[in-house]
């Protein structure tokens, strides 16, 4: 499988900001959904944003003007720019690839379908 390798996690306090990076040469290719996921402790994991191979983007309805997504293609690099962050966004954070579909939409992709992860980064806030 090709790595996905996170970074950019950290701990910081309410209100603040974090931007996290996934290396992959999936993160551009264009036959690829690439999307964050996050897992906080007891919970499920749930979806973020993603982003088609095309640029397309989609973003959890309560995340929407506070996390973004995208990525830079001279870089191989995919982000998750993350501001206004609150405790409730404490969680490890993941980037995934998933084979593009044709003409689907990659944030209706069942999570099975996501092949390539990454390790995970924490993320803390604090009150």
């Known amino acids: 499988q090709v790595p996905l390798v996170e970074s950019g996690g950290g701990s910081v306090q309410a209100g603040g900001s974090l931007r996290l990076s996934c290396a992959s040469s999936?993160?551009?290719?264009?036959?690829?959904?690439m999307a964050w996921f996050r897992q906080a402790p007891g919970e499920s994991r749930e979806r973020v944003a993603t982003?088609?191979?095309?640029?397309?983007?989609s973003h959890r309805d309560s995340l929407r003007g506070r996390f973004t997504i995208s990525r830079d293609n001279a870089k191989n690099t995919l982000f998750l720019e993350m501001r206004s962050l609150n405790p409730e966004d404490t969680a490890i954070y993941y980037c995934?690839?998933?084979?593009?579909?044709?003409?689907?939409?990659?944030?209706?992709?069942?999570?099975?379908?996501?092949?390539?992860w990454g390790q995970g980064t924490q993320v803390t806030v604090s009150a």
């Open positions: 995934a690839a998933a084979v593009q579909p044709d003409g689907g939409a990659c944030w209706f992709l069942a999570v099975g379908q996501f092949t390539n």
């Open positions: 999936l993160s551009t290719d264009r036959r690829y959904c």
């Open positions: 982003i088609s191979g095309s640029g397309a983007t």
